[in-house]
């Protein structure tokens, strides 16, 4: 079992619409917990830090659940520039270990 | 403005060529880190820097070798490259371990190796 899994969809949206996916982790030691977003061939650039009391950032909602060890990204009236690579992120403990998932890719359509 | 900067951006090369990659940043980082990317594999550590001279494996060390003589570069050196190694390579480096400080990426090399 992967330590970090996503679906690598991809996910087909219309523009608008509200998108939300999922990314699960093994290890229930896991102390900090991020989305990244990446474009096509373009390195990989924060989107936002998840936080256990759940994080906000204008149209986007990044929520954590240790009980079920997982952690989710909600995307609301979604745009076609959301269209990317969305890549979840844990890390172990408190050094800079960060373990990567494969990502889910989203398109979003006109 | 800061940033990560990595050579070349492409790279087509023969196996067994010896190669180098470099990478600098000039934020006053102490850890730098080399991934590689490959499809339906998610990033991949391959080596990390905690400082200078203080290197140490990832998850995929064999087949690289890094250096850590000043603390804005970190080269990534391919002694004798081989077609398993043709992938997608980011840099990036981040300022202080346990806090919330994002890592911030070079624009990648994309290496071909024949």
């Known amino acids: 079992r992967k330590e970090v899994e996503q679906d690598p969809g991809p996910f087909n949206v219309p523009e608008g619409a509200t998108v939300a996916f999922n990314c699960t982790y093994s290890n229930s030691a896991s102390q900090s917990f991020f989305w990244y977003r990446q474009d096509c061939r373009k390195e990989p650039k924060l989107l936002m830090s998840?936080?256990?009391?759940?994080n906000e950032d204008g149209r986007f909602t990044a929520q954590l659940n240790r009980a079920s060890q997982y952690i989710s990204l909600l995307i609301r009236d979604s745009k076609l520039s959301d269209s990317a690579t969305y890549l979840c992120v844990v890390n172990l403990d408190s050094n800079y270990q960060l373990i990567w998932g494969a990502g889910t890719k989203l398109i979003i359509k006109p | 403005e800061a940033q990560v900067t990595q050579n070349p951006r492409y790279l087509i090369t023969v196996t067994g060529k010896k190669l180098t990659v470099t990478c600098s940043q000039n934020m006053n980082h102490e850890y730098m880190s080399w991934y590689r990317q490959d499809p339906g594999l998610g990033l991949r550590q391959i080596y990390y820097?905690?400082?200078?001279?203080?290197?140490d494996k990832g998850d995929v060390p064999e087949g690289y070798k890094v250096s850590r003589k000043e603390k804005r570069n970190f080269p990534l050196i391919l002694e004798s490259p081989s077609p398993n190694q043709t992938s997608l390579y980011f840099c990036?480096?981040?300022?202080?371990?346990?806090?919330?400080?994002?890592?911030?990426f070079g624009p990648g090399t994309r290496l071909t190796v024949l």
């Open positions: 998840v936080y256990s009391s759940g």
């Open positions: 820097s905690m400082n200078v001279e203080v290197t």
């Open positions: 990036a480096s981040q300022g202080r371990a346990g806090e919330e400080d994002t890592q911030y």
